[in-house]
Structure formats: C-alpha cells, structure tokens
C-alpha cells in the first residue's frame, strides 16, 4: 500500500506556470505507474498524464500535451507535473494516483486528497 500526498497547488495567472509535486510514503511506490487526474467543479474526473515504474515511458491527455510534463523520482518516492501556459481551463482540483499505467481512474486504487490549481484570466 502506499499513501500520497500532493502539494504545489495555489493561484496563477493565464499563461503561468506551476509544479505540482506527489510525495509517496511505503517501501512499494517504485513498484506502482503514477497518474495525474483533475476534477473541476461540477465535472467528472479527467486524466491529466501518466508515467510508468521507471519512468520511461508517459501518456498524456490531448488537452494538456506540449504544456504539462509529468516525471518522477524514485529516490525521493516523488512524481512531479510541470504545467505551463496554463489557461483557465485548466482550474480544478488535481490528485495524484498510483496503480496501473492507465488514464481509466476507476482503475487506480490508490489516491492522494487531491491539490486545488486556480488559474485566473
């Protein structure tokens, strides 16, 4: 089991940038791919990006692709999301998720309590 703690969220500006951190704590966490998902209000839950066990391999959504980029650190049971140009769209609530490399949430059985990102025009 592994529990997951986010941080890094706040108010921007349109065009900022922020970086989200995911702190995991438990022997395993290299043993799990990790996922980023944001929820905004009203709206269902989205995959954001996703990053294999080492790293090596990532997916991310369409609507985030060339701005966010997903990373993680092993040594430091920390996965990351750099997130740049941001627009007001991108305001929502962000968990971290580890369980498969999948962008499906109903597949990750594992959660942080989520990291609230607001972008203002």
């Known amino acids: 089991q592994v529990q997951l703690v986010e941080s890094g969220g706040g108010l921007v500006q349109a065009g900022g940038s922020l970086r989200l951190s995911c702190a995991g704590s438990?022997?395993?966490?290299?043993?799990?791919?990790m996922g980023w998902f944001r929820q905004a209000p009203g709206k269902e839950r989205m995959f954001v990006a996703a990053?294999?066990?080492?790293?090596?391999?990532?997916s991310y959504a369409d609507s985030v692709k060339g701005r966010f980029t997903i990373s993680r650190d092993n040594t430091m049971n920390t996965v990351y999301l750099q997130m740049n140009s941001l627009n007001v769209e991108d305001t929502a609530v962000y968990y971290c998720?580890?369980?498969?490399?999948?962008?499906?949430?109903?597949?990750?059985?594992?959660w942080g309590k989520g990291t609230l990102v607001t972008v203002s025009s």
């Open positions: 438990g022997r395993t966490f290299r043993d799990y791919a």
């Open positions: 990053i294999n066990w080492s790293g090596s391999r990532t």
């Open positions: 998720a580890a369980g498969p490399f999948s962008s499906d949430y109903t597949a990750m059985p594992y």
